[in-house]
Every structure is written in structure tokens, then in C-alpha cells.
């Protein structure tokens, strides 16, 4: 009985320090929250208290509670944000979604998985959008405006090496959720202090010249580009391209992986990198700029049947090919591949026996 006696007085107690609205930054991710919660799962939700503090990189793993959902932002300018979601929120939201109601107490705290990061996913970018939305003409869009979903992170402790070291804006927002503000949860966002992004739109009717070349250099920025990154370049002869067939080897350079070029169509070459892997998928990792190059001479290479097919080691030779002189005749690709298909028996039965 006491402690009931004891819950209630602390709910009457935040409800009471959380009457004032806040202002700024804060007010507008409480609104964003708001608005998301209502459309995606027609939960109420309300702030009861918010802060807004400023805080090293080293101190936001002391600010995280146990068994919040991290979630990591992309911001403008290759910022990189944190949005946590306390147990109260997480399971409260979970549940509301799965079930669609409230139970009057919550589950035990548990540790969040990447199918909860994945249910929430759409809810973390819906408020960031509609925080962007709130800051449209205020000085604060520069530094909380922008931000969007990225990735959910299983363990605080690489969070020193995924954010980068400087001071952080932290907004931390005390909730209510459910009809009768039975449920309580917290969610932190955690922002570069240094802004990057879009300043904030102009007061209508403000059209200087000024404001019309921001415009006009946010539009032409906004054009999408199409870059191919280029493995590797041959030259083959009409005939050799008309005679390839599923299976043929074409030879490349042996650092072809190491020297990958990042091309733009009618600027050449505009960076170098290094073939590699991220997150299971092939990625490229740039090493240097280049100031739109024109593409290196793409090497002449005869297209090559493999001898052995199966399994087995392949028995398929290429051979280097040699640029024939000014004037010297060049041999056709049956000529070149006559040696090939000459040994092929020979090393066909070699392979068998081995």
C-alpha cells in the first residue's frame, strides 16, 4: 500500500514539473516523439521533463541507462548522432506494437535485440524527420536538424570509436506513455554541439540576393551524380568480342583490386581506392583524390577458354599478350588459342590421373 501511495505521488510529482512546456531544441523533439508515437502506433505520449546539457564524448556511456536500445544517426556533414531509448520506452513501445495495448506494469527490463532495433527503426527516423520539420526556422536546425536512422549498436563500449571526440548536445526527455500515463520511459539524443547542417529557412518575403545563391547552391548540390567504380579496363578485338562465349576468361591486371578508379561521366577520374568488404557487402575504400584524370590506356587481352571445367583445378593458362609492332599483322584469336587446344587432351588426362 505504501508504495503504491508512494508511485502515485511521484507520477503527481513529474506531471507537476513537467506542465511547462519546454522551449527549443528540447520542445521540438518532444513534439516529434509526440507525433510519431501517435501515427505509427497510436500510442500517447507526452514529456513530463526534459534537459538539455552539454557533455564530452567520454562522459555519454555514464548517461546511458541499463538495457537501452542504441540507435546511431547520420547527420549533415558526416555527423554521426545517438539515440537511446530506455527500457520503459523500449518495452512499451514494443508492446504496444505486437499487441496493441498497454499492459498496467512493465515486463522485466531485458536486453534489447536487433529485431527490437529493427521494429523501431522506422519510429527513431520519423521523430528525426519531424524534429527537422519543428526546427525549420529556428538557429537550433543547424546543429539537431538532419539526422536520419543509420544502424542499432549491441554494446555502449565502441561508442569512442564510432562518434567523433568533441562536445555533445544531450537532450534527455522524462515520458509518460499510455491514456492514463501509466507507463514511464526516458529517451537521450545525444547530437554534435558543432552544427553542420542547412541553416534555417528565411522569414517569407526575405528574398536578397544572398538567399537566392544559397537556393540556387543548395539545388544544384542536390543533383544526384552517378559514379562507377571501374575494376579494371581491356581491349579486345571485333572479332575476340564477337566470339565471347559464358565461361571464357578475360585476363586482368594483377593489382586491378588495389587500383579501382572512381569515375564520373564527362570529369574522368575522380578518386582511387581499394576494393574491400563493410557489413557483408563490397565496398570501396578511397585512397586518394584525383583532379578528374583521364582514364589509363586499357591493355589489349585475348579471350581464353578454360581447358578443364568442373571440379578439379582449373587447367585454363593465360598467356601475356604482346602488342604486335607498327605494320606487323595481328593473329587472329584462333591462331593465338591453336596451342591451347593443341595440349588440352594432354592435360586433361593429367588432371584424371592425378
Known sequence: MAEATASGVKRKLLAGRGATPGTGAGRAFAQALARGAHELFG???????????????AELPELL???????????????????ALGSGALSALIETQMTGRLAPAPPPARRPTR???????????????????????????????????????EDPRPLPFLLEDGAFKVLRLDLALGADAAREGTIL???PAEGRGAAPAPAPGHDDAAGWSARLERAVLA?????????????????????????MLLPLAA????????????????????????????????????????????????????????????????????????????????????????????????????
Open 43 to 57: 500510442l500517447p505520449l507526452r514529456v513530463r521533463a526534459q534537459s538539455e546539457t552539454l557533455r564530452s564524448l
Open 65 to 83: 541507462e541499463d538495457h537501452a536500445l542504441l540507435t546511431l544517426l547520420d547527420g549533415p556533414g558526416e555527423a554521426v548522432g545517438l539515440c
Open 115 to 153: 529485431t527490437d532495433a529493427a521494429m523501431l527503426s522506422t519510429f527513431v527516423e520519423a521523430a528525426m524527420i519531424a524534429l527537422t520539420d519543428e526546427l525549420a526556422s529556428s538557429a537550433e536546425l543547424t546543429w539537431a536538424g538532419g539526422f536520419h536512422y543509420a544502424s542499432c549498436l
Open 189 to 191: 539524443l545525444a547530437l
Open 223 to 247: 543533383v544526384p551524380v552517378t559514379a562507377v567504380a571501374v575494376l579494371g579496363r581491356v581491349r579486345l578485338t571485333a572479332e575476340g568480342m564477337l566470339d565471347l562465349r559464358p565461361g
Open 255 to 354: 593489382d586491378c583490386v588495389g587500383q579501382v578508379s572512381l569515375e564520373v561521366s564527362g570529369d574522368g577520374c575522380v578518386a582511387r581506392g581499394r576494393l574491400g568488404r563493410y557489413r557483408g557487402q563490397r565496398a570501396l575504400r578511397i585512397a586518394e583524390l584525383t583532379a578528374g584524370e583521364a582514364p589509363e590506356p586499357a591493355p589489349s587481352v585475348v579471350p581464353i577458354y578454360p581447358l578443364v571445367q568442373g571440379p578439379g583445378p582449373s587447367l585454363a593458362r593465360v598467356r601475356p599478350v604482346v602488342p604486335p609492332k607498327d605494320g606487323a599483322e595481328q593473329p587472329s584469336l584462333a591462331e593465338r588459342q591453336a596451342p591451347e587446344r593443341e595440349a588440352a587432351p594432354a592435360l586433361r588426362r593429367a588432371a584424371a590421373s592425378g
